[in-house]
């Protein structure tokens, strides 16, 4: 009896394993010299705050985590590494494990930062390619900070079915300030009847069809909101400051200017005279006549 009870055990054990596994997502990196490497990103929870990606030793804080992801103890984060923009060239494979216990799809979420014109060359071109793919676009995206000052991003929607893989097409601009989400097990609405499709928290009944509400806004391709930026995330991770100066001047000057006099005059002009004359006039006569004169 005990045997058949551990066996058991191990069996569900497996199972929930299977269940619980997250999807895989991995990005194909282009790099300087024209070779792709490939790199498997680890899996985050999911929080409403939490860090992101770090830039020059500092990490991007999240807020406003949409609820689809906040409230699913399934959704997991993906952050590539964004010490330095990702180049041209570059995509991202995502793999919706099999699912033993379901058959569920996964749905993929990619989230870029959206601040016209700053963000036109950050954002990978992922604007106009993924929903040109197939993705969904919509404004229920992470907002992230840096420091105190707070930005937005867009984001981008796609189901995956179970044991399948697909890749993002390859950027046709720098890449920085993303991050990609996955969510196991997700909600097939469109093949929801419309009494099911109501009961769904995910799902909402429009126009005789099942749809995700993943999002209350969307946005066709091209047609996203185009309110200016006040400001622009720095462009060169290496020039986001983390603190305030901390030096001061360590000491003042120590020599005194060439020019300045050192010492007072010591010598007397020398054409003042230093004494009075000694010779009597020449010309001043010596002694009296003798003679008398003898005319008038």
Not at 60 to 66: I, K, Q
Not at 190 to 215: I, P, Y
Request: net charge negative; charged share 15%; with cysteine.
């Amino acid at each position: 009896m005990t045997i058949k009870m551990l066996s058991s055990f191990a069996i569900f054990s497996l199972v929930a394993a299977a269940c619980d596994e997250p999807a895989t997502v991995s990005i194909n990196r282009m790099q300087p010299d024209g070779s792709i490497a490939t790199t498997n990103l680890d899996p985050e929870i999911v929080s409403r705050d939490m860090p992101g990606w770090s830039i020059s030793s500092f990490d991007a804080r999240l807020w406003a985590v949409p609820d689809i992801l906040a409230r699913n103890e399934n959704a997991r984060a993906y952050f590539p590494d964004q010490t330095s923009v990702i180049l041209p060239g570059s995509s991202f494979t995502l793999t919706c494990p099999p699912d033993t216990c379901t058959n569920k799809p996964c749905e993929f979420f990619i989230t870029v930062y959206h601040c016209p014109p700053c963000s036109r060359d950050l954002n990978g071109g992922f604007t106009g390619l993924l929903p040109a793919d197939g993705w969904d676009a919509g404004s229920c995206a992470p907002k992230f900070s840096y420091i105190s000052t707070k930005y937005d991003m867009v984001g981008f929607r796609r189901q995956v079915q179970a044991g399948q893989t697909v890749t993002t097409p390859q950027t046709d601009v720098d890449l920085l300030h993303m991050g990609v989400f996955s969510l196991v097990r997700g909600t097939e609405c469109e093949r929801m009847a419309e009494a099911n499709c109501a009961a769904s928290a995910d799902c909402a009944w429009q126009s005789g069809t099942c749809k995700s509400n993943w999002c209350p806004r969307r946005f066709l391709s091209g047609q996203y909101p185009q309110q200016p930026c006040l400001t622009c995330v720095p462009t060169t991770p290496t020039a986001i400051p983390t603190a305030a100066p901390t030096a001061t001047p360590t000491a003042v000057p120590t020599t005194i200017p060439t020019a300045v006099p050192t010492a007072v005059p010591t010598a007397v002009p020398t054409a003042v005279p230093t004494a009075v004359p000694t010779a009597v006039p020449t010309a001043v006569p010596t002694a009296v006549p003798t003679a008398v004169p003898t005319a008038v």
